[in-house]
C-alpha cells in the first residue's frame, strides 16, 4: 500500500539554527498538507499545496518558514532560524481526488 | 484557530466496553472526518460523513452528524486496548476548497 514518506524521523537542533524537514508524498496525490502538531493539540495547517502551488499558507510563519514543491512532487519544509517553541512534530499530508488525507509519520523536532 | 473541539478530551475505560467521543464545530461543513493517531505516530483516517448524511457505520465505528447542532460523534463499540488512541474530528468548511481544520482531539485509554 502507497504510504507518504516523511525523513528525518526525528530532529534535534539548537536555536538560531536551519532545519528542514522532506516529504514524499502518495504518487498522483496532487495535494499535499504540512501541519505542525504541539504534543497535545490537534495539527495546524502550515502550508497546502495543488501541484507546485501554493493554495493556503495564511498560519506560515513566513518570517522564518518557507516550504516548496517545485516539481509539484515531493516537497520541503524550511524553519531558518529555529526558536525553542518550534518544537513540534510536523506532519506532511497529501490527498488525491478524494477528501481523505493520508499521513507520513511525522518528523518529531525538537529545538534546545 | 481551530473549527472542531473534541469532548472529553480524556476517556479512560475497560476493554470490551464503548467508547464514545464528540466533536463541536462552529461553521457549515461539506463534509467531517475522524482520524486516530498512535502516540507520536501520523493519523490514520477513520471515517467520513457528509453534511447531507446523519450516520455511518464502519465495522465497530458509528459516527452520527447533527448538522442543526453542529456536532458528531464518534462511537467506538467493544473497545480493545489496540484502541488506544488520540482521535481528531477534522471538518472541511463549506464554499472553499478543501481546507481541513483539526480539533485538539480526544485521549483514548483502553485497560484490557
Known amino acids: 500500500e502507497a504510504e507518504v514518506a516523511q525523513s528525518p524521523r526525528y530532529k534535534i537542533t539548537e536555536k538560531s539554527q536551519a532545519v528542514a524537514f522532506w516529504c514524499d508524498p502518495i504518487?498522483?496525490?496532487?495535494?499535499l498538507y504540512w501541519y505542525r502538531q504541539i504534543l497535545g493539540q490537534g495539527p495546524e495547517l502550515l502550508v497546502q499545496?495543488?501541484?507546485?502551488?501554493?493554495?493556503?499558507d495564511s498560519q506560515l510563519p513566513k518570517d522564518r518558514f518557507s516550504a516548496e514543491r517545485l516539481k509539484g512532487v515531493d516537497s520541503t519544509l524550511k524553519i531558518q532560524p529555529a526558536e525553542l517553541g518550534d518544537s513540534a512534530m510536523y506532519l506532511c499530508?497529501?490527498?488525491?481526488?478524494?477528501?481523505?488525507?493520508?499521513f507520513g509519520p511525522g518528523t518529531r523536532l525538537l529545538v534546545l | 484557530s481551530q473549527q472542531g473541539e473534541e469532548d472529553p478530551q480524556a476517556l479512560s475505560i475497560q476493554e470490551g466496553e464503548n467508547a464514545t467521543m464528540n466533536c463541536s464545530y462552529k461553521t457549515s461543513i461539506n463534509n467531517l472526518q475522524w482520524y486516530r493517531q498512535n502516540s507520536g505516530r501520523g493519523l490514520v483516517h477513520l471515517i467520513l460523513?457528509?453534511?447531507?448524511?446523519r450516520e455511518k457505520h464502519s465495522g465497530r465505528l458509528r459516527v452520527t452528524l447533527d448538522t442543526s447542532k453542529k456536532s458528531s460523534s464518534l462511537l467506538i463499540t467493544a473497545s480493545r486496548a489496540a484502541d488506544t488512541a488520540s482521535y481528531f474530528c477534522a471538518t472541511d468548511r463549506s464554499g472553499g476548497s478543501y481546507i481541513p481544520t483539526f480539533g485538539r482531539g480526544t485521549s483514548l485509554i483502553v485497560h484490557p
Open positions: 499545496f495543488q501541484d507546485e502551488s501554493v493554495v493556503d
Open positions: 499530508a497529501s490527498r488525491g481526488s478524494q477528501e481523505t488525507q493520508y
Open positions: 504518487s498522483g496525490h496532487a495535494t
Open positions: 460523513i457528509r453534511s447531507n448524511e
